[in-house]
Each structure stands twice: as structure tokens, then as C-alpha cells.
């Protein structure tokens, strides 16, 4: 009896790798065209963080631009102002 219940175990096993083994063989192969697109995610998650990268530092440079021209519009202002001061005396 021993070497029967051995054998039950391997055929409970059995047909379930069989059935899984259908199964894979059920598949069906993706399309080269999803594949394709597969293939590539990767590339286009990389050009997406650099575009966005340079986004970021340009929109940063700009700010920091717009802050240095208000600065630069101020003294201009105020050498403006002390020239005319000079000139009335």
C-alpha cells in the first residue's frame, strides 16, 4: 500500500504540471507590435526624465533671471536718480 499512496501523490502532481504546462503552451505570443512598444518603454521613460530635467533647471534659471533683472531695474533707478542730483547742483 505504501508504494500505491507514493504513486497517488505523483499523479496528483502530475496533472497539474500537465495542465500547466498547457496552459503555457495556450498562450499566446504577444504581438511585435506590443512588443515593440515594450522594448522601447524604457527609452521613453529615460528621454521623458531628461526633458524634464532640463524643464526643471530652465524654469529655475528663468526665476532666477526675472530676480536679477528687477535688481539690475532698481539700480539703474537709483544711478539714474543720482545723476540727476549731480547735474542740479
Do not use: H
Not at 504581438?31 to 524604457?42: H, I, M, S
Not at 536679477?68 to 544711478?79: C, D, M, S
Request: with cysteine; aromatic share 2%.
Amino acid at each position: 500500500m505504501a508504494g500505491k499512496k507514493g504513486k497517488r501523490k505523483q499523479n496528483a502532481k502530475g496533472p497539474a504540471k500537465r495542465n500547466q504546462e498547457i496552459r503555457n503552451q495556450e498562450k499566446r505570443k504577444t504581438p511585435e507590435f506590443l512588443r515593440a512598444k515594450n522594448e522601447n518603454r524604457l527609452g521613453m521613460i529615460i528621454a521623458m526624465l531628461a526633458i524634464s530635467i532640463m524643464t526643471c533647471v530652465v524654469g529655475i534659471n528663468s526665476i532666477s533671471l526675472k530676480q536679477k533683472e528687477k535688481a539690475y531695474a532698481a539700480r539703474e533707478q537709483e544711478l539714474l536718480q543720482q545723476i540727476s542730483e549731480g547735474g542740479a547742483r
